[in-house]
Structure formats: C-alpha cells, structure tokens
C-alpha cells in the first residue's frame, strides 16, 4: 500500500492552466499503473486518465483528450496532469489513484487500490 497526495489545484479562469502533481510515500510507484478521476459537484467519479508503469502508454478520458497530459517520475514517486485550455465543466475534485497489480494502464476505478483525498479545482467562466 501507498500513500498519495494531491496537490497543485486552485481557482482559475476559462482558457487557464493547472498542473496537479500526485505524490506517493510508503513504497515505490514504479510498477503500478497510475491514474486520474475528478468528481465533479453533485456527480460521481469518473474516470480522467491513466498511464502505465513505464510511462508510455496513457489514456485519456474523450472530454479532456487533446487539452490534460499525464506524465510520471518514477525515480521521484510522482505523477502529473497538465490541464490546458480549461473549461467551467473541468471543475471537479482530482483524485490520484495506484492500482498496483496492474503495469499497463486500466481505467476502471474498481482496479485502484489506493487513493489520495483529493484536490480541488474551479474554474470560473
């Protein structure tokens, strides 16, 4: 098991960036597949993006395709997701998630199996 924390949220403007950075302790993340969800207000979690244990497979929810990036530094335990060109609707808690008996990416919430609590992001019109 692995500890997560999210940070790097905040309040910005439609058309701004963010970078959220997920920062795992208590064991090494290199071989986990990694992933994002966001809970929008009064939604449930839905799936963001996810990329493997090497870094180079990743797969991006159809609404943030072409404007969130997700990278990792296995060396350094973290993972990240570069959000350009957001939009009021990107509003949302972020989570982090590891799921650890995977290496490629999965994107189904039941395959994560720790969680960070979550950071949170608004972005105004």
């Known amino acids: 098991q692995v500890q997560l924390k999210e940070s790097g949220g905040g309040v910005v403007k439609a058309g701004d960036s963010l970078r959220l950075s997920c920062v795992a302790s208590g064991g090494s993340i290199s071989s986990y597949s990694m992933g994002w969800f966001r809970r929008a207000p009064g939604k449930e979690r839905t799936f963001v993006s996810a990329?493997?244990?090497?870094?180079?497979?990743?797969y991006y929810a159809d609404s943030v395709k072409g404007r969130f990036t997700v990278s990792r530094d296995n060396d350094n335990n973290i993972m990240y997701l570069d959000m350009n060109n957001l939009k009021p609707e990107d509003t949302a808690v972020y989570y982090c998630?590891?799921?650890?008996?995977?290496?490629?990416?999965?994107?189904?919430?039941?395959?994560?199996?720790?969680w960070g609590p979550g950071v949170q992001a608004y972005v105004s019109s």
């Open positions: 990329i493997g244990a090497n870094g180079e497979n990743k």
């Open positions: 998630a590891a799921a650890r008996f995977y290496t490629d990416y999965t994107v189904y919430e039941r395959d994560f199996d720790d």
